[in-house]
């Protein structure tokens, strides 16, 4: 039997079970969205950038029983939570948590491996945003490990040719994503907005060797 921690709560979400740490990261509507986007037809293989807590990758574990998937993660806490979230959903023998880090990911990957790559990458840029005293919240939010840049350029080596890319983002850096993947030979697909009582976030999906025209859905509202 998983163990929940005196620190930890386990909480329940569409049908999922989740552990996560009373005090540090836990994932946000954010997460839930993005495990929603892609269209998983023909995808047999993905990976998750920066799993967090693996809820990403357990949500998209129950949408296709065909599935398997690699979730990667840096942070020890956040490594020893994904692995036994996995573990506690019943589906290691589907997904696999990984410690490492993106910059070394030639050396623990083929190139070409993935049909998709998805990930919930830190939104705020060194010296933006406010950076508190949990190293884990940190490290989650702000580029301090890892860029934008480090993902897409990860995720090119990672997909297949014609594999697809999905990530959550400020709306206010949209273009960042949009001309990141261009840089790197992946086509942007769709746009679909987030809408509070703003536009915060953004749904990108993009396509490796892609050239075809941009569309952008109708946005979700929360």
């Known amino acids: 039997m998983t163990e929940v921690k005196d620190d930890e709560t386990l909480d329940e979400i569409r049908g999922v079970r989740i552990i996560q740490k009373k005090k540090g990261y836990r994932f946000s509507a954010d997460s839930l969205l993005l495990a929603d986007f892609p269209d998983l037809t023909g995808v047999i293989k993905a990976v998750d950038l920066g799993t967090g807590s693996g809820?990403?990758?357990i949500l998209l574990a129950k949408r296709s029983q065909e599935?398997?998937?690699?979730?990667?993660?840096?942070?020890?806490?956040?490594?020893?939570?994904?692995?036994?979230?996995?573990?506690?959903?019943?589906?290691?023998?589907?997904?696999?948590?990984?410690?490492?880090?993106?910059?070394?990911?030639?050396?623990?990957?083929k190139a070409g491996r993935f049909d998709l790559v998805i990930c919930n990458p830190p939104y705020y840029p060194i010296g933006k945003g406010r950076i508190g005293p949990?190293?884990?919240?940190?490290?989650?939010?702000?580029?301090?490990?890892?860029?934008?840049?480090?993902?897409i350029e990860a995720s090119e080596y990672l997909l297949r040719d014609g594999g697809r890319i999905a990530v959550v983002y400020p709306a206010k850096r949209c273009s960042e994503v949009i001309s990141?993947?261009?840089r790197h030979k992946i086509g942007p697909m769709r746009?679909?907005?987030?809408?509070?009582?703003?536009v915060e976030v953004v749904l990108v999906e993009g396509k490796k060797g892609y050239a075809g025209e941009l569309l952008l859905e109708p946005p979700f509202c929360l």
């Open 134 to 151: 949990n190293l884990e919240r940190t490290v989650a939010r702000h580029e301090v490990a890892v860029t934008l840049t480090d993902i």
């Open 67 to 109: 599935l398997s998937l690699v979730g990667i993660e840096l942070q020890d806490t956040l490594f020893d939570l994904a692995v036994r979230n996995v573990d506690l959903s019943s589906l290691s023998d589907r997904v696999e948590i990984v410690k490492g880090d993106l910059k070394g990911i030639k050396e623990r990957f």
């Open 191 to 198: 746009v679909k907005e987030v809408h509070t009582k703003v």
């Open 180 to 182: 990141e993947m261009r």
């Open 55 to 57: 809820i990403i990758a």
